[in-house]
């Protein structure tokens, strides 16, 4: 088993910054991948962010682009959110996801965190 602990969330205004860690413990061995996801009071979970735990390969939602980055410290299991240029419609609960591609879906992750509530005011 897998399990993710996603912390770092909170209150900003519009324009700061947060960054947010994705803890992994038990069979990390078996992600290849994070994902970061996230979801809007009355609207569906949407992608934001994926990286291989390698770095090799990161992909980016439209709307978060240029504006989100993620990294990594393989030697503590942790992967990051660095979210600059925050917006009011950044605003939702954060979850991060372990699977075994970097992928946009959400059934293609096997292994999800209890999220963290991130809140952008204007």
């Known amino acids: 088993q897998v399990r993710l602990v996603e912390s770092g969330g909170g209150l900003v205004q519009a324009g700061g910054s947060l960054r947010l860690s994705c803890a992994a413990s038990?069979?990390?061995?078996?992600?290849?991948?994070v994902g970061w996801f996230r979801q809007a009071p009355g609207k569906e979970r949407e992608f934001a962010a994926a990286?291989?735990?390698?770095?090799?390969?990161?992909i980016y939602a439209d709307s978060v682009k240029g504006r989100f980055t993620t990294s990594r410290d393989n030697g503590k299991n942790t992967v990051y959110l660095q979210m600059n240029n925050l917006k009011p419609e950044d605003t939702g609960v954060y979850y991060c996801?372990?699977?075994?591609?970097?992928?946009?879906?959400?059934?293609?992750?096997?292994?999800w965190g209890q999220g963290t509530q991130v809140t952008v005011s204007s």
């Open positions: 996801a372990g699977g075994a591609g970097v992928r946009t879906l959400e059934h293609e992750y096997a292994y």
């Open positions: 038990g069979r990390t061995f078996s992600i290849y991948a």
């Open positions: 990286t291989s735990w390698s770095g090799g390969r990161t």
